[in-house]
């Protein structure tokens, strides 16, 4: 899975993460209020999430990507 990890010790809770995220990958939990993977095999690795973050909690793995649909 590309996204490889998103510590929620550090996560301050922001939601650009799950607000960018353009596969719903990302989802928020209101009780912690922290970002949370829900969907990991649905990550196309397009690195949003990881260079928007404030804090830098999110890792993604571009060479565990799973390929992209051809458009036309």
């Known amino acids: 899975m590309p996204i490889k990890s998103l510590i929620r010790e550090i996560c301050n809770g922001c939601g650009i993460c799950v607000d960018i995220c353009p596969e719903d990958v990302l989802h928020f939990d209101e009780s912690e209020r922290k970002a949370y993977i829900a ?34």
């Open 39 to 72: 969907y990991p095999e649905d990550c196309a690795a397009c690195l949003l999430c990881e260079f928007l973050c404030p804090v830098k909690c999110i890792e993604v793995s571009w060479d565990m990507a799973r390929p992209s649909p051809m458009t036309y």
